[in-house]
């Protein structure tokens, strides 16, 4: 209203809004634990397909990418599911944001394939990689491998542990992982196209 914002007013308008950002993600996916841990974590199950998932969490992580030099490249068939689609969007995003996080340069490649009635969703990167002797700790709660590329960029360590919750509570699925320090990484969800309807109809 005052007019237009001057380069230092920019500057700080931006730090202020992904500090508040990364705060709401924070609380999100602490509430989101709490819920899952109390056996609260309602699962809402509808018929959908996997592009519109794809494009939103791309569009949701579009900006990211623009600050980096990499490429994100789609490789995705036509699937319809019938899962709790919310859910599986926030495991997406989760995949795909951490591999931009951690890859400053080359690519991110998203696969999606049927096999044997699961949806087998994988996200690529070239990125810092995670030595052999890390990847079990991976997927539990506060870990975070430390490195300058990790200290640099914000984090607490619970994106993956939700992720896996998810994948194994609400979309009756599976995670798996692979990597080769210093080269990238592939994080791997399975799950199946048709879950198991479930009693709970409420969002939560
Ligand atoms: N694609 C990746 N390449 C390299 N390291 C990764 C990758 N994904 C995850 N990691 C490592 O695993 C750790 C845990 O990831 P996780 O997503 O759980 O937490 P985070 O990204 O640090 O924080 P947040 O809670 O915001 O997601 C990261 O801190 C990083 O060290
Ligand atoms: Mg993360």
Redesign the pocket.
């Known amino acids: 209203m005052e007019g237009e914002l001057n380069r230092l007013q920019t500057d700080h308008m931006g730090r202020i809004q992904r500090a508040a950002r990364?705060l709401l993600?924070?609380i999100t996916?602490v509430i989101d634990i709490s819920k899952i841990e109390a056996g609260q974590l309602a699962t809402y199950q509808e018929k959908f397909s996997l592009e519109g998932v794809i494009s939103e969490a791309v569009e949701c992580l579009q900006e990211k990418l623009h600050h980096k030099d990499l490429i994100l490249e789609r490789q995705t068939s036509p699937l319809q599911l019938y899962t709790d689609r919310r859910r599986l969007l926030q495991c997406v995003m989760?995949?795909l944001?951490?591999?931009i996080?951690?890859?400053e340069v080359g690519k991110v490649v998203i696969k999606a394939i049927e096999q044997q009635g699961n949806l087998v969703l994988s996200?690529t990167?070239t990125?810092?990689?995670?030595r052999a002797q890390?990847q079990a700790r991976?997927?539990t709660q506060f870990?975070?491998?430390?490195?300058p590329?990790?200290r640099r960029?914000?984090?607490?360590?619970?994106?993956?542990?939700?992720?896996k919750k998810i994948v194994e509570e609400v979309l009756q699925g599976q995670v798996s992982m692979t990597?080769e320090y210093g080269r990238?990484?592939t994080?791997v969800l399975h799950v199946p196209l048709y879950a198991v309807p479930t009693s709970t109809g409420d969002r939560g």
Request: avoid cysteine; hydrophobic fraction near 30%.
């Open positions: 990364h993600d924070l996916e989760n995949y944001s951490n591999a996080k951690y890859t996200v990167d990125g810092i990689g995670i890390d991976l997927f870990t975070r491998i430390d490195s590329q990790v960029t914000p984090g607490t360590g619970l994106g993956l542990y939700l992720t990597s990238g990484s994080f």
